[in-house]
C-alpha cells in the first residue's frame, strides 16, 4: 500500500508524529467509540435530518450553554503572562500512560508573551511554505465543514474570552494586536478557515472525523510547527494503522484499557489536556532536526564536528500542550496542540526540574528515549541536568532540602 510505504520509508521523518498523534488518538477513539453508545440524550434519538430540522434551537441552547463557561477576561494582558511550559515528568519506572486531565474550560486556549512574535513566524512560515501544504484536508472540500466548525468554536472562544485581544467585525473576526481582520463571510473561503484557527489560537491541530462505521479518521490537519513533509497520506487515516506505522513502545500492552474511562468524559463542553516532551537541535518549531537522526546525518559529512557530546548545547526540549474536545455539533474530534521549545540550559531556571528531569529519563526505556529522538545523547543530557540540579540544590541548600531529593 502506498501509504503504509510511506510511513516505513519515512520511519526517521515521520517519527514526530507518533507522539502527538498515534497513541493519543487511538485512545480518543476508543473513548469516542463508547461515547456514541452514551450519547447524550439530545443527540440519543436524533437523525442528521431531525438535527437539520431542530438545527436552531440546538444551536441556541448549544452557544448559550458553552458560553456560560467561559469567563471573560477583559483585562488580559499577554505581553505581562510568562511562558508556562508543561512538564510532564514523571520520576520513576516509566508506564505508559496517558496522563490526561480535565482543563478548566478557560484555559482551552491561553497565551502568553510569545503571542505576536510566534503569529508573525507562523505567518512568514505559512507563506513561505505555501497554505496548502500546511493545511491539508479530505479531498473535494470533505472536510471544510469540520474546519468551520471548528474555526466557529474558536472564535466563539476567543472573543468572549480574551475581548481585549480579539473582536468581532462586520464581516468577520480582528486581531486587535496585529490589526489584521479576517474574513468569517465570504464563499468560497478567502483564507483556509484552519489557516484562521491556526493564526488566531497559536496552535496547531488535527481534526478527526468519526464515520459512520465507528472509527475516527483523520480529515484535517493544520501544522505550522511542524515537518515539511507532505501530509496526504495522513488524511483518512484510521487509528489503527497510524499505530502500526508509529511503532508505539508499549501500545498494545499496557495502554489500551486503562484510559478508557478519561475517555468516556470527552465531551464538548469537557476538555482534556496533557504534555509531552521530544528533543530537538535548535530553537526552531518548525524543525526537521532531531538530535539521533541529525547526528546520523552529519556523521557522513567531511569534516563533521558535531558529536553526542557537542550537540547538547543546541539541545532544545520541544514540549507540546496538547488540548482535546468534541466539537459541538458534528462528530468530530479537535485534537490541538500549542508548541514550545527549551534550551536545555535555561531548565536551571526551573525550580527542581533538573534534578525531577533526569530521574524521569533515567527511568525511560531505550524504545522510548528513541522515540524521543535522544537515545545517542542521553549520557550528555543527564550530565548536564545532574550539573544543574547540584549548582540548584547547592545554592538552596542552606534554605530547605529540595523536594526532589526523594527521587534520587
Ligand atoms: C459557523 O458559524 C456561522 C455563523 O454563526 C454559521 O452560519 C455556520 O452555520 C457555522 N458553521 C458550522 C459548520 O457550524
Known sequence: MQTFDFFSKHISLITPIPIYVAVFVL??????????????????????????SGVSNDLYDRDQRLGSLITPDPSFSWRDSPQEVPREIKPGKYFLTMNLRKL?????????????????????????????KIFVAEPN?????????????????????????????????LCVDAGEEYDLVTRPWVRHPLEIT??????????????????????????????????KSFIGKDLASIHIDARVPFYESTIQKSVDRYFLKLHPEKPV???????????????DKFPDEYLRRVSTLPGNSITAETIIHDLYFRV??????????????????????????????EESVPRQFAAHIRGLPESVLRQKHCLECVHGILKVMDEMAERQEKKHGNRHQPASRSYI
Open 273 to 287: 489536556t496533557r504534555a509531552n516532551w521530544l528533543t530537538q537541535v535548535g530553537p526552531e518549531l518548525r524543525n
Open 141 to 173: 472540500g470533505g472536510a471544510l465543514d469540520l474546519c468551520e466548525e471548528t474555526l466557529n468554536v474558536t472564535v466563539d472562544f476567543l472573543v468572549t474570552r480574551y475581548p481585549s485581544m480579539f473582536r468581532r467585525t462586520e464581516r468577520g473576526v
Open 320 to 349: 507540546e500542550r496538547q488540548t482535546m474536545r468534541k466539537l459541538p455539533s458534528m462528530h468530530g474530534v479537535v485534537f490541538k496542540f500549542h508548541l514550545y521549545a527549551t534550551n536545555i540550559w535555561d531548565l536551571e531556571q
Open 104 to 132: 478548566d474550560f478557560n484555559d482551552y486556549i491561553i497565551f502568553d508573551k510569545q503571542f505576536l512574535t510566534e503569529y508573525r513566524e507562523r505567518q512568514a512560515i505559512i507563506s513561505k511554505v505555501g497554505s496548502e
Open 27 to 52: 485512545l480518543i477513539c476508543q473513548g469516542f467509540s463508547r461515547q456514541r453508545l452514551f450519547r447524550r440524550r439530545t443527540q440519543s434519538t436524533q437523525t442528521p435530518a431531525d438535527i437539520k
Open 198 to 231: 491556526c493564526l488566531l489560537s497559536g496552535d496547531d491541530c488535527i481534526l478527526m472525523r468519526c464515520c459512520d462505521d465507528g472509527v475516527l479518521r483523520v480529515a484535517a490537519v493544520g501544522l505550522v510547527y511542524s515537518l515539511d513533509i507532505d501530509w
